[in-house]
């Protein structure tokens, strides 16, 4: 025969292995159980119907714990933007990575072909790469519990626009991260095209400045186009879009 | 006794209409809807707290722990300026709703 304390233990217990309940979360919950347990006390029941009458009031634990599991939701999808931010700027830092030392080894005589070679493809991997994990991130926050749920992607920007002519801003920078993933796709066809005819050399130098140009404003736009997207699921989650 | 979804979408105006009146706890929110509604509305006690974290989380209530005589801390929860204006939009859309059923069920168009 268990007391009633032992039993609210192993109840705490069992909580406390489920994801997303932490301490302050049990000690809530607990002191639920207990006032449960107080006015159940006034029936006449024995103390082990008590203790699972006040325990299926509150739910199974596994059930609770993905309630708080959608609360911290939001949590998690800025963890999975940081990610996307952080995959974004490692792939960049190895591409230039690339670019600096095909200077280097260009320098100490190696086969310019082989260097051009190398660089050109590790250059349109990598940016095949980075389209690819920027598109997959972008729609799977799209496609997240947000603004306008179950419409299309159109449709729910549109809406936004309806509803929040300040979020325009966003659209447009959209659009210029569109522009200049195009770009930048267009960049390594060019490439290709250069390293074809062996003057890759000098397209480098000519196009230093729009190269310097759209690596800035890629991740800036990128940027504030995410803080825009998160700014607007919080506007529906607060109801007001 | 009220339907899943509408209990769900109901728990938000019911919270902050309770805490409206003043500070609250997890238990004394339960026990004043069931009175309130004459036991028609039944939650599971659990599933009050996602919902109370989420309105904290959303600035529409703060909460404090404070530990009464009997010893263990207890959360309690006080709306927001935000809250009340929450509540106040809440109440907008409600009314909406009342007021086309009124109508539909009234006579005006039976």
């Known amino acids: 025969m268990h007391s009633f304390e032992e039993r609210i233990n192993e109840w705490r217990n069992e ?82 990575l690339v ?117 800035l404003l890629i991740p800036f736009s990128l940027s504030v186009f995410l803080l825009w997207i998160i700014r607007a699921d919080r506007e529906w989650k607060n109801g007001a879009l | 006794m009220l339907s899943k979804d509408l209990v769900a979408a109901s728990s938000k105006p019911l919270v902050l209409s309770i805490l409206v009146e003043g500070e609250s706890y997890g238990y004394e929110i339960i026990q004043k809807v069931r009175r309130l509604s004459d036991d028609q509305i039944e939650w599971s006690d659990g599933m009050l707290y996602p919902v109370l974290h989420k309105l904290e989380k959303e600035g529409l209530v703060t909460a404090r722990w404070h530990v009464p005589e009997s010893g263990r801390r207890r959360k309690y929860y006080k709306l927001t300026t935000k809250g009340k204006k929450g509540l106040e939009q809440e109440k907008a859309q409600w009314e909406v709703v009342n007021h086309t059923f009124s109508k539909l069920w009234g006579g005006a168009y039976a």
Not at chain 1, 105 to 118: E, F, H, K
């Open chain 1, 99 to 215: 670019h600096v030392a095909s200077k280097v080894t260009s320098g100490i005589s190696l086969s310019q072909d082989n260097v051009i070679a190398s660089a050109a493809t590790i250059y349109i991997v990598t940016n095949t790469l980075l389209f690819l994990a920027l598109f997959y991130g972008l729609w799977k926050i799209v496609q997240a519990d947000s603004p306008l749920q179950r419409t299309s992607l159109v449709q729910r920007f549109s809406a936004i626009h309806q509803f929040y002519p300040r979020y325009t801003l966003g659209s447009v920078l959209l659009g210029v991260i569109a522009l200049t993933f195009i770009n930048k796709f267009g960049f390594s066809i060019v490439m290709i095209r250069y390293f074809s005819v062996g003057e890759f050399g000098n397209f480098m130098m000519t196009n230093a400045v729009y190269d310097i140009s759209t690596e």
């Open chain 1, 15 to 96: 909580l406390m292995m489920v994801q997303n309940v932490d301490e302050a979360v049990a000690d809530e919950l607990e002191d639920h159980l207990r006032q449960k347990l107080n006015e159940l006390s006034k029936l006449d029941l024995c103390d082990e119907d008590k203790f699972i009458l006040a325990k299926s009031r509150l739910g199974h634990p596994e059930i609770l714990g993905d309630e708080f599991k959608k609360l911290n939701s939001q949590s998690i999808r800025l963890k999975q933007i940081g990610y996307m931010i952080g995959g974004y700027l490692l792939i960049d830092t190895l591409l230039k």
